[in-house]
């Protein structure tokens, strides 16, 4: 259990902003623990988004609502995903050889394809989110289980690519992640998923999307740059959100509308 305990803290100091004075020794249960721990990570956020939401929608216009949602979720991953999204971006624009795109990947500079690419994700992201804050057909509590849902499947996702797909090199964070990274691992961390379609059984719809995204982004993945790295990890993350926004959005306007 403490090993357990000590992987919530880790991941979230990995995988957020959010300031926890601990040091955890990186060992084997501790690391596990973190593995595990994606899914509470995603709810973690999800659970800021869902009170900012409650204390806003009343009071605030829609669009502050908006704003403050897609500026705090932002915020508390400190755009650490967002980085990645934009070196892979940057990679795949370049339509370079592969190791040419590796190269890339690693750059800490910012290309053009990345700065278009953060405009149009964080555009969209405000879209979607807005389209959903402004539904009548979902209920505050449902409104509310999507903010939480959407932040934890998409680590989930991220967490099935790294455990499914090639290392692109033995060394870096992914590397360290992996090591530890078993079925046991992703199962466990499934299970906390599964909390939610227990409360609103509307979330198996956008759940099995996921796993269409699973399948598509596994073999662009393996086909372009034949391996996951920490980059391609966070932009699924970012992906991941973005696509339950979307899928969730298109439900509201084209099936419910």
Known sequence: MKG?????????????????PMTIPWEARSIKGALMSFVIVGYIIGGCLATTLYIMENT???YATTFALLSLWVFLTGGLHLDGLMDVVDALGSNASLTKKHEIMKDPHVGSFSVVALFFHLGGKAVFLHVIVTSNHLTSAQLALVLLFIPACSRLFALFLLYKGPLIKQEGLAYEWKRYLSGKEVLIASLFLFIPLLIQPMMVGLLLSYLILFIVA??????????INGDIVGAAIEGGELWGLTVLSMFILFVTG
């Not at 990995?14 to 300031?19: E, N, S, Y």
């Not at 596994?218 to 391996?227: A, P």
């Open 218 to 227: 596994s073999y662009r993945i393996h086909t372009t740059f034949q391996g």
């Open 60 to 62: 605030f216009p829609p």
């Open 4 to 20: 357990f305990l000590h992987g919530i803290v880790l991941s979230i100091q990995f995988l957020t902003r959010i300031p926890i």
